[in-house]
């Protein structure tokens, strides 16, 4: 499975023997003989391009490059385990999540191998002894190596200097802002601006594991917000119910977990017969990899405080129409998004989990600005633009352009080693910036393999560089 930044590549080392961590860096940076690379069944194995190291989980490596005996390069994903036996001994060959694995990289071959998959051993092949392997990684060798990863942009990137390729980012943030706009304007069209918002926000809480079945969840809500009350526990046991992610069962005990799920259930065993058929299939949520905190459950239980709150939209309006300083715009939302105390939710991150020992916030910085990025300023951009209102258009840019950034992830990271040669590069400051790399990744890396192949991006670069 994909692994984590920042572990100690000697973790669960023996002697001689690599652990799996240093052996995805050695393959991260190719410390391969590339002429001893060949697969169990004998086809000589050439790598054009290693993949992306996935910390997430699925496989070790997206998107890798590599020709098997000469023939048609293929693309795809790539697995690497000390033992060929882990193939089918960690579940891969069942899990749909490795279905796109082209390689099975392991270090020694053994009787369980899968013959059907691909697969190479490395331990006759490293450029240099275990130790020296882990003596350079563990000084930073692994990060200092990344020319491999750099995209044929990175070099044009440079040359072009700051001011070039802010404006760049700058361009692409704003088609990525004005995209957004423009889908919570073509929403609002069909079921109205205040439930385009819901809907959005129910989207971006959904965060990219969930984004479908949150705003699935969202569709169901139009209707029924109309007759609610401003009990944020009716809300939850209306969303929880709808969400399809309440327990069939009433718990025993008097923990309280099981007086929470019990007070639910009997605000929701009065409403699920008319609702079923707008119940969310619980086969759609994605758990896998997912941190407590962004539980849908925990979510679901924030979006109920909203719902609740009368003038909960009415209050995000005065914000909007507020004169706030630059450095106070994420505080200020915040202080209209963050619930002050929930009974159950503030001191649990799901209906199963234990109490926590202190209270944790429902809301955060860092989802604020996911928050306002993604759903609330382009939603303001998108009522001035259908109203014609210059002057709203441009406060909705100008806070986009002036949010501090937002939390780094792997996206972002991959792609500043793609651009900017995995600089922590100072012109990326605000989260407009960020919004920028996102599109560019989109637009042209998503578009092209990792070699860059037909990518005109490069070229645009050098454009912008010949204006100067």
Same mark, same amino acid.
């Given at each position: 499975?994909?692994?984590?930044?920042?572990?100690?590549?000697?973790?669960?080392?023996?002697?001689?023997?690599?652990?799996? +961590?240093?052996?995805?860096?050695?393959?991260?940076?190719?410390?391969?003989?590339?002429?001893?690379?060949?697969?169990?069944?004998?086809?000589?194995?050439?790598?054009?391009?290693? #993949?992306?190291?996935?910390?997430?989980?699925?496989? @070790?490596?997206?998107? $890798?490059?590599?020709?098997?005996?000469? %023939?048609?390069?293929?693309?795809?994903?790539?697995?690497?385990?000390?033992?060929?036996?882990?193939?089918?001994?960690?579940?891969?060959?069942?899990?749909?999540?490795?279905?796109?694995?082209?390689?099975?990289?392991?270090?020694?071959?053994?009787?369980?191998?899968?013959?059907?998959?691909?697969?190479?051993?490395?331990?006759?092949?490293?450029?240099?002894?275990?130790?020296?392997?882990?003596?350079?990684?563990?000084?930073?060798?692994?990060?200092?190596?990344?020319?491999?990863?750099?995209?044929?942009?990175?070099?044009?990137?440079?040359?072009?200097?700051?001011? +070039?390729?802010?404006?760049?980012? &700058?361009?692409?943030?704003?088609?990525?802002?004005?995209? =957004?706009?423009?889908?919570?304007?073509?929403?609002?069209?069909?079921?109205?601006?205040?439930?385009?918002?819901?809907?959005?926000?129910?989207?971006?809480? #959904?965060?990219?594991?969930?984004?479908?079945?949150?705003?699935?969840?969202?569709?169901?809500?139009?209707?029924? &917000?109309?007759?609610?009350?401003?009990?944020?526990?009716?809300?939850?046991?209306?969303? *929880? #119910?709808?969400?399809?992610?309440?327990?069939?069962?009433?718990?025993?005990?008097? =923990?309280? $977990?099981?007086?929470?799920?019990?007070?639910?259930?009997?605000?929701?065993? &009065?409403?699920?017969?008319?609702?079923? @058929?707008?119940?969310? %299939?619980?086969?759609?949520?994605?758990?896998?990899?997912?941190?407590? %905190?962004?539980?849908?459950?925990?979510?679901?239980?924030?979006?109920?405080?909203?719902?609740?709150?009368?003038?909960?939209?009415?209050?995000?309006?005065?914000?909007?129409?507020?004169?706030?300083?630059?450095? @106070?715009?994420?505080?200020?939302?915040?202080? +209209?998004?963050?619930?002050?105390?929930?009974?159950?939710?503030?001191?649990?991150?799901?209906?199963?989990?234990?109490?926590?020992?202190?209270?944790?916030?429902?809301?955060?910085?860092?989802?604020?600005?996911?928050?306002?990025?993604?759903?609330?300023?382009?939603?303001?951009? %998108?009522?001035?633009?259908?109203?014609?209102?210059? &002057?709203?258009?441009?406060?909705?840019?100008?806070?986009?352009?002036?949010?501090?950034?937002?939390?780094?992830?792997?996206?972002?990271? *991959?792609?500043?080693?793609?651009?900017?040669?995995?600089?922590?590069?100072?012109?990326?400051?605000? $989260?407009?910036?960020?919004?920028?790399?996102?599109?560019?990744?989109?637009?042209?890396?998503?578009?092209?393999?990792?070699?860059?192949?037909?990518?005109?991006?490069?070229?645009?670069?050098?454009?912008?560089?010949?204006?100067?």
């Amino acid at each position: 499975m994909g692994g984590s930044p920042g572990i100690d590549l000697r973790e669960g080392s023996k002697g001689s023997e690599p652990s799996e +961590k240093l052996l995805q860096a050695v393959w991260q940076n190719q410390r391969l003989q590339a002429d001893k690379l060949r697969t169990s069944d004998g086809r000589a194995v050439k790598i054009l391009h290693p #993949g992306f190291w996935n910390h997430e989980a699925g496989p @070790d490596f997206r998107d $890798a490059v590599i020709q098997l005996d000469g %023939a048609a390069a293929r693309r795809g994903d790539v697995e690497i385990d000390l033992s060929g036996s882990g193939w089918r001994g960690h579940g891969h060959h069942s899990n749909p999540n490795y279905r796109g694995v082209i390689l099975h990289v392991v270090w020694r071959r053994t009787a369980s191998c899968d013959d059907t998959l691909a697969t190479v051993a490395v331990c006759d092949a490293m450029d240099a002894s275990i130790d020296e392997l882990r003596a350079w990684f563990g000084n930073g060798g692994a990060e200092a190596s990344l020319e491999i990863l750099k995209g044929r942009c990175c070099s044009p990137l440079r040359s072009v200097g700051v001011e +070039k390729w802010s404006e760049l980012l &700058r361009q692409a943030a704003m088609v990525r802002f004005e995209s =957004k706009a423009g889908q919570l304007l073509a929403r609002a069209r069909v079921v109205g601006w205040e439930q385009s918002l819901w809907e959005g926000l129910f989207g971006a809480l #959904g965060y990219k594991k969930n984004v479908w079945p949150m705003k699935a969840l969202a569709t169901s809500i139009s209707a029924p &917000r109309t007759i609610m009350t401003n009990n944020a526990i009716s809300w939850q046991a209306h969303l *929880l #119910g709808l969400s399809g992610l309440l327990p069939s069962e009433l718990p025993a005990g008097k =923990k309280p $977990a099981s007086e929470y799920v019990r007070q639910v259930w009997e605000i929701w065993w &009065r409403e699920q017969e008319r609702l079923r @058929d707008r119940i969310v %299939a619980r086969e759609t949520w994605n758990f896998s990899g997912l941190r407590p %905190a962004n539980h849908p459950q925990r979510r679901l239980a924030l979006a109920a405080h909203w719902l609740a709150r009368k003038d909960f939209v009415p209050g995000l309006e005065r914000w909007f129409a507020s004169q706030i300083e630059e450095s @106070d715009l994420v505080e200020s939302l915040l202080a +209209k998004l963050q619930v002050k105390s929930d009974d159950f939710w503030s001191w649990h991150w799901t209906l199963n989990s234990k109490r926590n020992q202190a209270s944790q916030p429902l809301l955060g910085e860092q989802r604020t600005t996911d928050l306002a990025i993604n759903v609330i300023l382009p939603w303001f951009h %998108a009522r001035a633009s259908a109203a014609n209102d210059e &002057r709203l258009r441009g406060e909705a840019k100008s806070r986009y352009f002036a949010w501090p950034k937002g939390e780094d992830n792997a996206v972002l990271k *991959l792609a500043r080693t793609r651009l900017f040669g995995g600089a922590n590069v100072k012109g990326i400051r605000t $989260a407009a910036a960020q919004q920028g790399v996102l599109q560019i990744v989109r637009d042209f890396c998503q578009n092209s393999n990792p070699l860059c192949d037909n990518c005109p991006f490069p070229d645009l670069v050098k454009t912008a560089e010949h204006q100067r």
